[in-house]
């Protein structure tokens, strides 16, 4: 790493098109080559080949009489106790759900007891978004007569950590209380809804061990509760927490992509998810702007990478520096002094690259530590010290800058953010106040919106960085599609300019056009509205979730009726699949665009891309080429139209 007498990197006129279409990117993967650091793209050639077993899900390690293979072409059709294939990729797959829906649940988790904290004055929060409570506790069933904010605040964290203590055989109460009652009985039905999430992560971990459950279909079954868990304890509870703590998203205006480090000021990256950790910074970082400048600095300049960079890009406009598969090449600027992370999605490489250059790597939390890391325990307790400590590391860090390793790509792009479902009601009603869902379901009625998409998810190292999510978006557009985004897509989009009003000028059909720019003028904002809304993080797929809901509300049918779908075109993660389950659970059509490990099942493979559906009206539709995608969607779209006789 960063040896410069190391010969290993011959690349040298590599034109990085097979790894990014992001020109930022494959500025910083040319700089990467010449200054002899590895990147992922280079750990990613090292695998190759890799494992057909595990590509196809058909290896077990379960137990310790394995690793079992099957083979797909003959013998061993089963592996040393007698599970098949059909067992192997299901109890494989229910535990990839079971990761995501754990880390979705424990994030969650601090959330409620960050809230907590401050509710009860014993942290430095303050309770910024009032204006959810309301609504909150009213799902809920709390009463607010005569209540203050910190009563209501601490009885909904109450609430929220009753559900992880739930020991009846009753439902998660934040299910319930968000889902509609005819989900709420079609899970039922299925015996599919979770009761406390800790319990069915156990429960799911315990049916997947050695010689418990032997039914694919069974075990199928459960990954659908999984994804329940993720939706309910995870992304709607933590969507709900966050807006109560540190307030509901209104639309913001900033710029996305490496050209927004800045070369004279200190720069600070956040990364991960938590908003606990990466609000205390921004907060700290403008509070101790003034030292930075006393330190010769211009300043204290933030963007974020991954799901932090959107939760501070909604609340507090801070700009993006670049989704997953761009964290290391945002440290290869040479300019970054500090990269804070939480949990999730950081890879363990980033020490090892920041110590080619002057940028220090903190860590936050008990789990998520590197060796060659400051640890900075925050708590809620004591997180406007550890946050002030993480500044001012980054501060001294300043003078240590050597300006012969700093390249900053100049590409950026316009990019709004902060589309809640609450700012995407508050537009419309500029249209229309009394009943604000009127004008958009009217241009659904007439064609002049033909459907709407979600894009969710992340990079994959497998495909090429942004390529499959621009393609798909760019015809959805063009057929008058809109698109609402979420987490690393979000960023993806933001980079190429599909979060600008100039970006529904270019890319959208005209009748999209029409109608943003009919919304856009009415709510004030002089123009179109982005023709792709950011409505956060992969936390705050819940508002989406809530979009779907209230749409579906209004026109009196259910969510697996709407003309809709969701795509996730470069998952990676664990918790894009428990979210993809989630959202099939709710009867939504929902690509992805990389192959999941299932296809050494046809059983497997047969219930998810098909007959599920009979089951909840969602399925899963697997396609790597983006404009086969898109069509698929396309057609989806139109035969729910059909079928709505619209
Ligand atoms: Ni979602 Fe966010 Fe990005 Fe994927 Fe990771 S940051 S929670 S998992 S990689 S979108
Ligand atoms: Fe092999 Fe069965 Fe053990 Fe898996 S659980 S490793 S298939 S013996």
């Given at each position: 790493?960063?040896?410069?007498?190391?010969?290993?990197?011959?690349?040298?006129?590599?034109?990085?098109?097979?790894?990014?279409?992001?020109?930022?990117?494959?500025?910083?993967?040319?700089?990467?080559?010449?200054?002899?650091?590895?990147?992922?793209?280079?750990?990613?050639?090292?695998?190759?080949?890799?494992?057909?077993?595990?590509?196809?899900?058909?290896?077990?390690?379960?137990?310790?009489?394995?690793?079992?293979?099957?083979?797909?072409?003959?013998?061993?059709?089963?592996?040393?106790?007698?599970?098949?294939?059909?067992?192997?990729?299901?109890?494989?797959?229910?535990?990839?759900?079971?990761?995501?829906?754990?880390?979705?649940?424990?994030?969650?988790?601090?959330?409620?007891?960050?809230?907590?904290?401050?509710?009860?004055?014993?942290?430095?929060?303050?309770?910024?978004?009032?204006?959810?409570?309301?609504?909150?506790?009213?799902?809920?069933?709390?009463?607010?007569?005569?209540?203050?904010?910190?009563?209501?605040?601490?009885?909904?964290?109450?609430?929220?950590?009753?559900?992880?203590?739930?020991?009846?055989?009753?439902?998660?109460?934040?299910?319930?209380?968000?889902?509609?009652?005819?989900?709420?009985?079609?899970?039922?039905?299925?015996?599919?809804?979770?009761?406390?999430?800790?319990?069915?992560?156990?429960?799911?971990?315990?049916?997947?061990?050695?010689?418990?459950?032997?039914?694919?279909?069974?075990?199928?079954?459960?990954?659908?509760?999984?994804?329940?868990?993720?939706?309910?304890?995870?992304?709607?509870?933590?969507?709900?927490?966050?807006?109560?703590?540190?307030?509901?998203?209104?639309?913001?205006?900033?710029?996305?992509?490496?050209?927004?480090?800045?070369?004279?000021?200190?720069?600070?990256?956040?990364?991960?998810?938590?908003?606990?950790?990466?609000?205390?910074?921004?907060?700290?970082?403008?509070?101790?702007?003034?030292?930075?400048?006393?330190?010769?600095?211009?300043?204290?300049?933030?963007?974020?990478?991954?799901?932090?960079?959107?939760?501070?890009?909604?609340?507090?406009?801070?700009?993006?520096?670049?989704?997953?598969?761009?964290?290391?090449?945002?440290?290869?600027?040479?300019?970054?002094?500090?990269?804070?992370?939480?949990?999730?999605?950081?890879?363990?490489?980033?020490?090892?690259?920041?110590?080619?250059?002057?940028?220090?790597?903190?860590?936050?939390?008990?789990?998520?530590?590197?060796?060659?890391?400051?640890?900075?325990?925050?708590?809620?307790?004591?997180?406007?010290?550890?946050?002030?400590?993480?500044?001012?590391?980054?501060?001294?860090?300043?003078?240590?800058?050597?300006?012969?390793?700093?390249?900053?790509?100049?590409?950026?792009?316009?990019?709004?953010?902060?589309?809640?479902?609450?700012?995407?009601?508050?537009?419309?009603?500029?249209?229309?106040?009394?009943?604000?869902?009127?004008?958009?379901?009217?241009?659904?009625?007439?064609?002049?919106?033909?459907?709407?998409?979600?894009?969710?998810?992340?990079?994959?190292?497998?495909?090429?960085?942004d390529q499959t999510t621009i393609e798909m978006v760019k015809d959805l557009l063009a057929n008058n599609v809109l698109i609402v985004a979420t987490g690393c897509t979000a960023h993806a989009l933001a980079k190429y300019g599909f979060l600008s009003p100039e970006g529904a000028k270019k890319y959208a059909g005209e009748k999209l056009l029409g109608v943003l720019t009919a919304v856009g003028e009415a709510a004030g904002l002089g123009g179109p509205l982005p023709p792709v809304l950011h409505m956060g993080?992969?936390?705050?797929?819940?508002?989406?979730?809530?979009?779907?809901?209230?749409?579906?509300?209004?026109?009196?049918?259910?969510?697996?009726?709407?003309?809709?779908?969701?795509?996730?075109?470069?998952?990676?993660?664990?918790?894009?699949?428990?979210?993809?389950?989630?959202?099939?659970?709710?009867?939504?059509?929902?690509?992805?665009?990389?192959?999941?490990?299932?296809?050494?099942?046809?059983?497997?493979?047969?219930?998810?891309?098909?007959?599920?559906?009979?089951?909840?009206?969602?399925?899963?539709?697997?396609?790597?080429?983006?404009?086969?995608?898109?069509?698929?969607?396309?057609?989806?779209?139109?035969?729910?139209?059909?079928?709505?006789?619209?």
């Amino acid at each position: 790493m960063c040896d410069t007498n190391q010969g290993s990197h011959t690349h040298a006129h590599q034109h990085y098109c097979q790894q990014t279409i992001d020109p930022a990117a494959a500025e910083m993967l040319e700089k990467a080559n010449r200054e002899h650091i590895e990147t992922t793209w280079d750990r990613f050639e090292q695998q190759k080949p890799q494992c057909g077993f595990g590509d196809l899900g058909i290896c077990c390690r379960n137990c310790l009489q394995g690793p079992c293979r099957i083979n797909p072409f003959g013998e061993p059709r089963e592996g040393i106790c007698g599970a098949d294939a059909d067992l192997i990729v299901a109890r494989n797959l229910l535990r990839t759900t079971v990761g995501g829906a754990a880390s979705h649940a424990d994030h969650a988790y601090s959330a409620i007891h960050c809230l907590k904290a401050a509710a009860e004055g014993t942290a430095p929060y303050e309770i910024r978004g009032a204006d959810k409570i309301g609504p909150v506790a009213a799902k809920l069933g709390i009463s607010t007569e005569g209540k203050s904010t910190d009563e209501l605040a601490l009885e909904i964290a109450n609430a929220a950590l009753a559900d992880f203590g739930n020991q009846t055989d009753e439902p998660m109460k934040w299910l319930t209380a968000t889902a509609s009652p005819a989900l709420v009985e079609t899970w039922g039905k299925l015996g599919v809804l979770p009761k406390n999430p800790d319990r069915e992560i156990r429960t799911a971990m315990h049916q997947t061990s050695m010689g418990v459950d032997g039914s694919p279909i069974n075990l199928l079954l459960s990954c659908v509760k999984l994804g329940l868990v993720d939706g309910y304890a995870g992304l709607q509870m933590g969507t709900d927490i966050q807006d109560i703590l540190f307030g509901i998203p209104y639309p913001v205006k900033t710029e996305a992509n490496l050209g927004v480090l800045s070369n004279d000021k200190v720069n600070i990256v956040v990364h991960g998810h938590m908003p606990e950790v990466s609000e205390k910074i921004v907060e700290w970082a403008r509070k101790l702007e003034g030292e930075a400048i006393a330190a010769g600095a211009a300043g204290i300049n933030i963007a974020g990478i991954c799901c932090s960079g959107n939760e501070v890009l909604m609340r507090q406009g801070i700009p993006l520096a670049g989704n997953y598969l761009s964290q290391e090449l945002a440290i290869i600027t040479g300019a970054v002094e500090l990269m804070v992370v939480d949990v999730q999605c950081f890879m363990p490489s980033i020490t090892k690259v920041a110590a080619c250059y002057h940028t220090k790597v903190v860590t936050t939390t008990p789990i998520g530590q590197l060796p060659d890391a400051e640890y900075l325990p925050f708590t809620p307790q004591n997180a406007d010290e550890k946050a002030q400590e993480a500044v001012r590391m980054a501060i001294a860090a300043f003078a240590k800058r050597d300006a012969a390793k700093v390249q900053i790509p100049t590409h950026k792009s316009e990019a709004w953010g902060g589309f809640s479902l609450e700012t995407i009601v508050q537009a419309l009603a500029a249209v229309n106040a009394e009943d604000p869902l009127k004008p958009l379901i009217d241009n659904i009625v007439a064609g002049n919106v033909l459907g709407a998409v979600g894009f969710a998810g992340c990079n994959n190292v497998k495909v090429t960085q942004d390529q499959t999510t621009i393609e798909m978006v760019k015809d959805l557009l063009a057929n008058n599609v809109l698109i609402v985004a979420t987490g690393c897509t979000a960023h993806a989009l933001a980079k190429y300019g599909f979060l600008s009003p100039e970006g529904a000028k270019k890319y959208a059909g005209e009748k999209l056009l029409g109608v943003l720019t009919a919304v856009g003028e009415a709510a004030g904002l002089g123009g179109p509205l982005p023709p792709v809304l950011h409505m956060g993080s992969c936390v705050d797929n819940s508002r989406i979730g809530d979009l779907l809901g209230a749409l579906a509300g209004y026109l009196g049918v259910q969510i697996k009726d709407l003309p809709v779908a969701a795509s996730a075109p470069e998952l990676q993660h664990e918790k894009a699949v428990s979210i993809g389950t989630w959202v099939v659970a709710l009867g939504v059509l929902t690509h992805v665009g990389v192959v999941p490990p299932v296809l050494g099942s046809p059983l497997v493979s047969q219930v998810l891309t098909s007959d599920i559906e009979g089951l909840t009206g969602g399925k899963f539709l697997v396609e790597t080429d983006p404009h086969a995608a898109a069509q698929g969607i396309l057609d989806h779209i139109n035969a729910k139209r059909k079928a709505l006789g619209i």
